[in-house]
């Protein structure tokens, strides 16, 4: 029986060591979770092997000799493709999609990580075949073996929940990325392979659980309740003028915040400053509160300050808006030569100087997520889910009021990431340049004809070409695309956008990674051009604003490649995320610059600000960037940025931000307050988020809402 058990967990061990090694490198983390799993878990199959009897036994034996090497191995192969762990979600509800679209990635990434994949191996090849040699056999348990198996289970069972209670009890930082806000990557990173197939199969048996028993209100193209409240005002954030930088802003280098050109306060230009809120029946909000969930729900939006308007409110009032979700990109991708339409749409409009581009679970859906939604993705599939929640706060319902069509593009599969179910529900006519799995007799009419609709990644600029027409000559408009040129793999063989660029960074002296992806980033720049050209010749360029922001940076690079992108050294801080936000509208006479700190959480109250809606700030996890809030980037690991202080959570790195004169931003008798009241605010808006989606609670605040 000890022999059994012993190669068992034995073997896990050895799965986890190398599973941290080769994901994580050195990095330090906390076994003592994982061995009492293992523990357990051993003991339980050890228990199955030892009842079972002849042909059963063995295919219980090599099924846990050989299952968690499989598993183990196939989130090696996810993390190295995706730096994000491999969940139940992805694997039920993403194998079509890895199947059609990912394989060449999965197939590199196999090839990457084989060193390591035949090490976890080793031990399913030789000890059964050293046993056997031995002459040792599978032992058939008497009532003795199973008692002893059943005291090496309970002592798992039983320490491994006396070690979630004493984390909880001294408020460890384990227990909380574990339990509270449970992080995949931070739990396979700090705890081990086997706590995060542990913690996912929980987390997703309660969803699953609380799905049940709620009914499904689907509402597509649900728009805002007709409300009111407080007309919008604000105060200034920004300097306009200023010369510019092609960089990024570094922290520290001036002062982070916002600034104006000074003004009298009985200048009657100034706005008349209001909060941006809806009129709210608290007690109805709360009395339509049942549970904890939405009675926190209540407390939290009751409790909050709404952000005020600002001198830049209703600035684009009556504009039409293009919103793009630029695949894989970032400030790297900008050259004044390679790139020109980007590089002038970046260094005019509206410059932020640090913009932060957080990496998600899901990546890229999370990406389009957060950029359209305001809210922080609550784990995988974010956007999936939300098409069973009704959605009156996002750009189409405010255009809807003031009969705007909003339409929506993909230059991929209409059912990739269920895109055909979420984007109608948020109110866009949604359509895609090919089927995917859908039928054509129920969903042909959704589909754009353009050329080449079949090359991996497709082409931006084909998708430019044959989508433009469709809405360019209406009054107004609002159109939001999903690109995919910019998409990894970066190579010239498996990448069509790159191989069709490749002449042009011919003369690039980069690897073949950042090459490639210039490449591939030159057809997003070709895109652009195209529809301000469209626009132009339509007569609607001064008319319309272009938003665009990326859904991740190009993870699809390794790091020594994203460095040699970027000419310097991104071990710094949060510095991989940083990126670029383009907010331009041709009519800009000057580019106005921001230094506070910010992400795409604060894209959708920020548009709403500028186009003068009248909304509710307390909806949102984000703020509006030209307010007079201090800015924060909130990251999935409960990392964070805000414009005093850049905070790490694993191991408590904090880098204090200074002013001109070298000085830190926050006082010395101060910093323990302001840190502690930062983190407190992260945890609130994840959780807010969660909520958001979990409760499907806006329809409680619509019906909370003054008619």
């Given at each position: 029986m000890i022999v059994l058990w012993g190669v068992l967990a034995g073997q896990a061990v050895w799965l986890e060591l190398v599973y941290h090694l080769s994901g994580f490198g050195m990095a330090v983390f906390n076994p003592i979770y994982a061995l009492l799993l293992i523990t357990a878990w051993s003991g339980i199959w050890a228990m199955l092997i030892g009842l079972s009897k002849n042909r059963v036994k063995k295919i219980i034996y090599y099924t846990a000799i050989w299952l968690p090497v499989i598993w183990t191995g196939?989130?090696?192969?996810?993390?190295?493709?995706?730096?994000?762990?491999?969940?139940?979600?992805?694997?039920?509800?993403?194998?079509?999609?890895?199947?059609?679209?990912?394989?060449?990635?999965?197939?590199?990434?196999?090839?990457?990580?084989?060193?390591?994949?035949?090490?976890?191996?080793?031990?399913?090849?030789v000890i059964p075949a050293l046993l056997k040699?031995?002459?040792?056999?599978?032992?058939?348990?008497?009532?003795?073996?199973?008692?002893?198996?059943?005291?090496?289970?309970?002592?798992?069972?039983?320490?491994?929940?006396?070690?979630?209670?004493?984390?909880?009890?001294?408020?460890?930082?384990?227990?909380?990325?574990?339990?509270?806000?449970?992080?995949?990557?931070?739990?396979?990173?700090?705890?081990?392979?086997?706590?995060?197939?542990?913690?996912?199969?929980?987390?997703?048996?309660?969803?699953?659980?609380?799905?049940?028993?709620?009914?499904?209100t689907v509402m597509a193209g649900a728009s805002a309740k007709d409300v009111s409240g407080e007309q919008p005002s604000a105060a200034p954030s920004v300097t306009a003028g200023e010369p510019g930088q092609d960089e990024i802003m570094k922290p520290g280098v001036s002062k982070p915040g916002v600034s104006k050109p000074s003004e009298t306060e009985d200048d009657p230009k100034l706005p008349v400053i209001r909060p941006q809120e809806f009129s709210l029946d608290y007690e109805r909000l709360h009395q339509l509160a049942d549970n904890e969930q939405q009675t926190w729900l209540a407390d939290y939006i009751q409790s909050q300050v709404p952000v005020n308007t600002n001198e830049y409110t209703g600035m684009f009032k009556g504009y039409n808006l293009i919103f793009l979700t630029a695949e894989g990109f970032c400030t790297y991708a900008i050259d004044e030569e390679l790139t020109p339409t980007l590089y002038q749409l970046a260094n005019s409009g509206f410059v932020c100087r640090n913009y932060y581009t957080p990496l998600w679970q899901t990546s890229t859906s999370d990406g389009e997520y957060i950029n359209i939604t305001g809210l922080i993705p609550d784990q995988q599939y974010s956007m999936r889910r939300s098409a069973e929640n009704v959605q009156p706060y996002v750009l189409p319902a405010f255009f809807a009021q003031e009969g705007v069509k909003s339409y929506a593009y993909h230059n991929n599969s209409l059912s990739y990431y269920d895109r055909y179910l979420s984007h109608p529900n948020l109110g866009y006519d949604f359509k895609a340049c090919k089927l995917g799995d859908l039928e054509e007799a129920e969903w042909g009419s959704k589909v754009f004809a353009m050329?080449?609709?079949?090359?991996?990644?497709?082409?931006?600029?084909?998708?430019?070409?044959?989508?433009?027409?469709?809405?360019?000559?209406?009054?107004?408009?609002?159109?939001?695309?999903?690109?995919?040129?910019?998409?990894?793999?970066?190579?010239?063989?498996?990448?069509?956008?790159?191989?069709?660029?490749?002449?042009?960074?011919?003369?690039?002296?980069?690897?073949?990674?950042?090459?490639?992806?210039?490449a591939c980033n030159i057809e997003l720049d070709k895109a652009m051009e195209?529809?301000?050209?469209?626009?132009?010749?339509?007569?609607?360029?001064?008319?319309?604003?272009?938003?665009?922001?990326?859904?991740?940076?190009?993870?699809?690079?390794?790091?020594?490649?994203?460095?040699?992108?970027?000419?310097?050294?991104?071990?710094?801080?949060?510095?991989?995320?940083?990126?670029?936000?383009?907010?331009?509208?041709?009519?800009?006479?000057?580019?106005?610059?921001?230094?506070?700190?910010?992400?795409?959480?604060?894209l959708l109250p920020t548009l709403l600000n500028l186009?003068?809606?009248?909304?509710?700030?307390?909806?949102?996890?984000?703020?509006?960037?030209?307010?007079?809030?201090?800015?924060?980037?909130?990251?999935?690991?409960?990392?964070?940025?805000?414009?005093?202080?850049?905070?790490?959570?694993?191991?408590?790195?904090?880098?204090?931000?200074?002013?001109?004169?070298?000085?830190?931003?926050?006082?010395?008798?101060?910093?323990?307050?302001?840190?502690?009241?930062?983190?407190?605010?992260?945890?609130?808006?994840?959780?807010?988020?969660?909520?958001?989606?979990?409760?499907?609670?806006?329809?409680?605040?619509?019906?909370a809402a003054a008619p």
């Open positions: 196939a989130q090696l192969v996810y993390l190295r493709i995706f730096r994000q762990p491999l969940l139940w979600a992805a694997m039920i509800r993403g194998t079509g999609d890895a199947l059609s679209d990912y394989w060449r990635e999965t197939l590199e990434g196999i090839w990457s990580t084989l060193p390591f994949l035949i090490l976890f191996m080793l031990p399913a090849l040699r031995l002459g040792w056999e599978l032992p058939q348990f008497g009532s003795l073996q199973v008692m002893r198996t059943l005291v090496i289970v309970v002592i798992g069972i039983s320490g491994s929940a006396v070690t979630l209670q004493i984390g909880k009890i001294l408020e460890l930082d384990f227990y909380e990325e574990y339990v509270e806000f449970y992080d995949p990557l931070t739990v396979a990173e700090n705890l081990g392979v086997l706590p995060l197939l542990h913690g996912d199969t929980q987390q997703s048996l309660q969803k699953f659980i609380k799905a049940q028993k709620q009914p499904k050329e080449q609709p079949n090359q991996w990644p497709a082409s931006d600029y084909n998708m430019m070409v044959a989508t433009v027409p469709e809405y360019v000559n209406e009054e107004r408009f609002h159109v939001y695309y999903m690109t995919v040129s910019g998409h990894m793999n970066y190579t010239f063989k498996s990448n069509a956008m790159s191989s069709k660029n490749k002449d042009a960074v011919a003369e690039l002296e980069l690897s073949e990674g950042p090459k490639a992806y210039m195209n529809l301000l050209a469209q626009l132009e010749e339509a007569g609607q360029l001064e008319n319309t604003v272009i938003c665009l922001s990326t859904d991740h940076y190009p993870y699809g690079l390794s790091d020594r490649e994203y460095e040699e992108l970027a000419g310097r050294d991104l071990s710094a801080g949060k510095d991989k995320f940083r990126n670029t936000l383009i907010l331009w509208n041709a009519g800009m006479e000057e580019p106005v610059y921001i230094d506070k700190a910010c992400g795409p959480m604060d186009f003068g809606f009248e909304y509710d700030s307390r909806m949102y996890a984000g703020r509006d960037i030209l307010s007079d809030r201090e800015g924060m980037v909130i990251f999935n690991n409960r990392d964070f940025v805000t414009d005093k202080v850049i905070f790490i959570e694993k191991g408590d790195i904090t880098t204090w931000l200074q002013d001109g004169e070298g000085n830190d931003l926050v006082p010395d008798d101060e910093k323990e307050e302001y840190l502690k009241a930062a983190r407190q605010e992260v945890k609130d808006r994840y959780k807010f988020s969660a909520y958001i989606i979990q409760e499907n609670y806006y329809s409680d605040v619509q019906q």
